[in-house]
Protein backbone atom coordinates (compact mmCIF):
# COMPACT_ATOMS: atom_id res chain seq x y z
CA UNK A 1 0.00 0.00 0.00
CA UNK A 2 1.57 3.09 -1.12
CA UNK A 3 2.28 5.90 1.98
CA UNK A 4 4.70 8.45 1.15
CA UNK A 5 3.82 11.84 -0.36
CA UNK A 6 6.29 13.74 -2.08
CA UNK A 7 6.86 17.93 -2.62
CA UNK A 8 8.35 18.70 -5.82
CA UNK A 9 9.94 22.32 -4.42
CA UNK A 10 10.22 25.25 -6.75
CA UNK A 11 13.81 26.48 -6.83
CA UNK A 12 12.62 29.82 -5.85
CA UNK A 13 9.68 29.48 -3.62
CA UNK A 14 7.00 32.18 -2.36
CA UNK A 15 7.55 30.87 0.88
CA UNK A 16 8.35 28.04 3.13
CA UNK A 17 5.34 26.73 3.73
CA UNK A 18 6.35 23.58 2.18
CA UNK A 19 8.60 22.32 4.80
CA UNK A 20 7.42 24.40 7.58
CA UNK A 21 4.31 23.40 7.44
CA UNK A 22 2.75 20.85 4.74
CA UNK A 23 5.40 18.40 5.63
CA UNK A 24 4.51 18.48 9.82
CA UNK A 25 1.01 18.10 8.65
CA UNK A 26 1.70 15.28 6.44
CA UNK A 27 3.80 13.45 9.08
CA UNK A 28 0.90 13.86 11.46
CA UNK A 29 -1.41 11.35 8.76
CA UNK A 30 1.32 8.79 9.25
CA UNK A 31 2.78 9.57 6.11
CA UNK A 32 6.34 9.16 5.07
CA UNK A 33 7.52 12.74 3.49
CA UNK A 34 10.45 13.49 1.00
CA UNK A 35 10.66 16.55 -0.81
CA UNK A 36 12.85 17.12 -3.87
CA UNK A 37 13.53 19.62 -6.76
CA UNK A 38 13.77 16.82 -9.59
CA UNK A 39 10.54 14.66 -10.70
CA UNK A 40 13.16 12.14 -10.79
CA UNK A 41 13.05 11.58 -7.01
CA UNK A 42 9.99 11.12 -6.74
CA UNK A 43 9.51 6.97 -5.12
CA UNK A 44 7.12 4.69 -6.52
CA UNK A 45 5.34 4.13 -3.43
CA UNK A 46 4.29 7.82 -3.77
CA UNK A 47 0.40 8.46 -3.11
CA UNK A 48 0.40 12.33 -2.88
CA UNK A 49 2.89 14.01 -4.86
CA UNK A 50 2.36 17.60 -3.62
CA UNK A 51 3.81 20.46 -6.69
CA UNK A 52 4.89 23.95 -5.95
CA UNK A 53 3.29 25.74 -8.54
CA UNK A 54 3.59 29.38 -7.51
CA UNK A 55 5.90 30.82 -10.16
CA UNK A 56 4.83 32.58 -13.31
CA UNK A 57 3.89 30.52 -16.14
CA UNK A 58 3.29 28.12 -13.51
CA UNK A 59 0.77 25.69 -16.17
CA UNK A 60 3.66 25.35 -18.70
CA UNK A 61 6.02 24.30 -16.17
CA UNK A 62 3.51 22.35 -14.69
CA UNK A 63 3.25 20.20 -17.78
CA UNK A 64 6.73 19.63 -18.23
CA UNK A 65 6.91 18.18 -14.50
CA UNK A 66 3.77 15.48 -15.35
CA UNK A 67 5.13 14.93 -18.52
CA UNK A 68 8.68 13.93 -16.83
CA UNK A 69 6.73 11.48 -14.08
CA UNK A 70 7.04 8.26 -13.80
CA UNK A 71 5.36 7.12 -11.19
CA UNK A 72 1.42 6.76 -11.11
CA UNK A 73 -0.18 9.33 -8.28
CA UNK A 74 -2.52 11.59 -6.71
CA UNK A 75 -1.00 14.85 -8.11
CA UNK A 76 -2.05 18.44 -5.62
CA UNK A 77 -0.82 21.89 -6.42
CA UNK A 78 0.20 24.05 -3.66
CA UNK A 79 1.65 27.30 -3.26
CA UNK A 80 -0.35 28.59 -6.06
CA UNK A 81 -1.68 32.39 -6.33
CA UNK A 82 -5.19 33.65 -6.84
CA UNK A 83 -5.11 32.10 -10.39
CA UNK A 84 -8.65 30.88 -11.08
CA UNK A 85 -7.68 29.75 -14.54
CA UNK A 86 -4.41 27.55 -13.09
CA UNK A 87 -6.93 25.92 -10.94
CA UNK A 88 -9.78 25.28 -13.59
CA UNK A 89 -7.06 23.90 -15.92
CA UNK A 90 -5.92 22.06 -12.96
CA UNK A 91 -9.22 20.31 -12.23
CA UNK A 92 -10.03 19.70 -15.70
CA UNK A 93 -6.62 17.72 -15.96
CA UNK A 94 -7.08 15.03 -13.30
CA UNK A 95 -5.24 16.89 -10.66
CA UNK A 96 -6.86 16.36 -7.33
CA UNK A 97 -6.57 19.79 -5.56
CA UNK A 98 -4.90 22.96 -5.27
CA UNK A 99 -3.57 24.38 -2.02
CA UNK A 100 -3.19 28.56 -2.03
CA UNK A 101 0.21 30.50 -0.94
CA UNK A 102 -2.22 32.27 1.92
CA UNK A 103 -4.10 29.27 3.06
CA UNK A 104 -3.79 29.09 7.11
CA UNK A 105 -3.13 25.43 8.71
CA UNK A 106 -6.73 24.68 9.34
CA UNK A 107 -7.06 24.23 5.70
CA UNK A 108 -4.61 22.32 4.51
CA UNK A 109 -5.51 20.10 7.53
CA UNK A 110 -9.00 19.77 6.36
CA UNK A 111 -8.17 19.62 2.68
CA UNK A 112 -5.31 16.86 3.21
CA UNK A 113 -7.67 14.53 5.27
CA UNK A 114 -10.37 15.05 2.41
CA UNK A 115 -7.61 13.57 -0.49
CA UNK A 116 -6.88 11.05 1.56
CA UNK A 117 -10.35 9.65 1.38
CA UNK A 118 -9.90 10.07 -2.47
CA UNK A 119 -12.13 13.38 -2.97
CA UNK A 120 -10.71 16.35 -4.35
CA UNK A 121 -10.19 19.80 -2.33
CA UNK A 122 -10.95 22.61 -4.56
CA UNK A 123 -13.22 25.98 -4.13
CA UNK A 124 -16.77 26.03 -4.62
CA UNK A 125 -16.63 28.33 -7.44
CA UNK A 126 -13.27 26.52 -9.03
CA UNK A 127 -15.56 23.21 -9.53
CA UNK A 128 -19.43 25.31 -10.73
CA UNK A 129 -16.72 26.67 -13.29
CA UNK A 130 -14.97 23.75 -14.44
CA UNK A 131 -18.65 22.41 -14.74
CA UNK A 132 -19.63 24.96 -17.03
CA UNK A 133 -16.70 24.01 -19.32
CA UNK A 134 -18.01 20.82 -19.12
CA UNK A 135 -21.49 21.73 -20.10
CA UNK A 136 -20.50 24.54 -22.92
CA UNK A 137 -18.03 21.54 -24.23
CA UNK A 138 -21.16 19.17 -24.31
CA UNK A 139 -23.22 21.84 -25.72
CA UNK A 140 -20.69 22.81 -28.39
CA UNK A 141 -20.18 19.10 -29.42
CA UNK A 142 -23.83 18.35 -29.94
CA UNK A 143 -24.41 21.54 -32.36
CA UNK A 144 -21.47 19.85 -34.00
CA UNK A 145 -23.55 16.58 -34.87
CA UNK A 146 -26.43 18.05 -35.45
CA UNK A 147 -25.59 21.12 -37.89
CA UNK A 148 -23.01 19.70 -40.18
CA UNK A 149 -21.39 16.19 -40.91
CA UNK A 150 -17.84 15.55 -38.94
CA UNK A 151 -14.84 13.55 -40.31
CA UNK A 152 -14.74 10.27 -38.63
CA UNK A 153 -12.45 9.75 -36.23
CA UNK A 154 -10.81 6.20 -36.19
CA UNK A 155 -9.32 5.31 -32.88
CA UNK A 156 -6.97 2.30 -32.58
CA UNK A 157 -8.77 -1.14 -30.31
CA UNK A 158 -5.86 -0.39 -28.05
CA UNK A 159 -7.43 3.38 -27.78
CA UNK A 160 -10.57 2.08 -27.24
CA UNK A 161 -9.86 -0.07 -24.20
CA UNK A 162 -7.74 2.75 -22.61
CA UNK A 163 -10.90 4.92 -22.96
CA UNK A 164 -13.37 2.51 -21.96
CA UNK A 165 -11.25 1.72 -18.60
CA UNK A 166 -10.89 5.50 -17.93
CA UNK A 167 -14.28 5.92 -17.85
CA UNK A 168 -14.40 3.38 -14.98
CA UNK A 169 -12.58 5.20 -12.98
CA UNK A 170 -9.38 3.46 -13.60
CA UNK A 171 -6.17 5.32 -13.12
CA UNK A 172 -3.01 4.87 -15.65
CA UNK A 173 -0.90 2.60 -13.63
CA UNK A 174 -4.79 0.34 -13.17
CA UNK A 175 -5.00 0.53 -17.00
CA UNK A 176 -1.27 -0.63 -17.90
CA UNK A 177 -1.67 -3.45 -14.87
CA UNK A 178 -4.89 -3.98 -16.62
CA UNK A 179 -3.82 -4.07 -20.09
CA UNK A 180 -0.29 -5.49 -19.05
CA UNK A 181 1.80 -2.42 -20.74
CA UNK A 182 3.25 0.30 -19.38
CA UNK A 183 2.20 3.42 -17.41
CA UNK A 184 4.21 4.79 -20.41
CA UNK A 185 2.61 3.24 -22.92
CA UNK A 186 -0.86 4.26 -21.62
CA UNK A 187 -0.24 8.33 -21.80
CA UNK A 188 1.19 7.46 -25.23
CA UNK A 189 -2.02 6.28 -26.19
CA UNK A 190 -3.96 8.70 -24.39
CA UNK A 191 -1.72 11.96 -26.46
CA UNK A 192 -2.83 9.91 -29.42
CA UNK A 193 -6.66 9.74 -28.25
CA UNK A 194 -6.65 13.40 -27.29
CA UNK A 195 -5.01 14.43 -30.85
CA UNK A 196 -7.38 12.82 -32.78
CA UNK A 197 -10.53 13.89 -31.24
CA UNK A 198 -9.35 17.08 -30.45
CA UNK A 199 -10.29 16.84 -26.99
CA UNK A 200 -7.69 18.49 -24.27
CA UNK A 201 -8.54 16.77 -21.53
CA UNK A 202 -9.63 13.77 -19.88
CA UNK A 203 -12.98 14.78 -19.12
CA UNK A 204 -13.88 16.40 -22.73
CA UNK A 205 -12.30 12.71 -24.27
CA UNK A 206 -14.67 10.61 -22.07
CA UNK A 207 -17.36 13.20 -23.06
CA UNK A 208 -16.48 12.67 -26.49
CA UNK A 209 -16.05 9.04 -25.81
CA UNK A 210 -19.90 9.01 -24.84
CA UNK A 211 -21.15 11.02 -27.91
CA UNK A 212 -19.03 9.04 -30.51
CA UNK A 213 -18.61 5.14 -29.51
CA UNK A 214 -21.35 4.77 -26.61
CA UNK A 215 -20.96 1.24 -26.94
CA UNK A 216 -16.88 1.12 -26.05
CA UNK A 217 -17.44 2.10 -22.59
CA UNK A 218 -17.94 -0.15 -19.86
Not at 61 to 77: A, F, G, R
Amino acid sequence: MKNSAFILLESNPVNSISLDVLQPLLKAQGLLVQSSLSTTDVPANTRLLFIEAGEENAWEKLQQKVSDLTVECDIILFNIGQNPELANRALLSGIRGVFYANDNTDVLMKGIRLLLENHLWYKRDIMCSALNRLLHFNKETLAKFTDAPSEPVSLTKREKAIISLMSTGSKNKEIADKLDISPHTVKTHLYSAFRKTKCRNRIELLSWAQHNIPNELR
